[in-house]
């Protein structure tokens, strides 16, 4: 996954001014978790294109009057309600019953879909950012210890290096991917 240095109201800001370069990386960004939140939604497979470009072409459509204001709205509230419509449309031109997506109660299964995926993107983007900020060795001791579950002791003696490199190692990935998280999601509390 690549790297964003822009942040989301930098990136925002520049496809408004028609900028191909960040509009590749908006749909690079974002047409993962509009894929998987359409499947889980329940969008046949062979739809999930078409709701990826509908969802874009609306975004496109109405990036010329969104005017990013995290005091008013988060950016994943707008391209909630994008992606949620787009779904509706499908299911309605399938003639199908489709899923109470319109309901607003925040307990309903497409709140918790989008949740899990917007959580995932942004873990994904300042995992990425780890992997560039620190050494190979650092990173893998990261993850060796964090998502692999191993111990110290069998990390350090698996990179050769000694019990306190890891720890020392994981602390520093734990600080930053913390800053990291909350960089990316401009203090969004989905997190």
């Known amino acids: ?14 496809i408004k001014t028609g900028d191909q370069i960040s509009w590749n990386e908006f749909y690079d960004r974002y047409s993962p978790v509009i894929r ?12 999930i294109e078409d709701l990826v470009q509908e969802v874009m072409q609306s975004f496109f459509k109405s990036v010329d009057h969104f005017c990013y204001d995290p005091a008013k709205a988060r950016f994943r509230t707008y391209f909630n309600r994008i992606i949620r419509s787009r779904i509706c449309d499908i299911f309605r031109r399938q003639d199908e019953s489709a899923p ?6 925040k307990d309903n299964s497409f709140e918790i879909i989008f949740d899990e995926q917007w959580r995932a993107l942004i873990l994904n983007e300042a995992l990425s950012a780890l992997k560039e900020r620190v050494k190979p060795q650092t990173y893998l001791a990261y993850t060796l210890t964090e998502y692999e579950m191993w111990e110290t002791k069998r990390a350090a003696e698996f990179l050769g290096i ?3 490199s890891v720890y ?8 930053f991917l913390k800053k990291k998280i909350i960089e990316l ?3 969004d509390p989905v997190f």
């Open 162 to 164: 000694s019990e306190n």
């Open 1 to 14: 996954m690549a790297l964003y240095p822009n942040t989301r109201r930098t990136l925002l800001e520049k």
């Open 100 to 105: 109470d997506l319109q309901n607003d109660d």
């Open 185 to 187: 999601s401009d203090g």
């Open 168 to 175: 020392v190692g994981r602390k520093r990935c734990q600080e």
């Open 36 to 47: 998987i939140i359409g499947l889980k939604s329940g969008i046949r497979e062979n739809d």
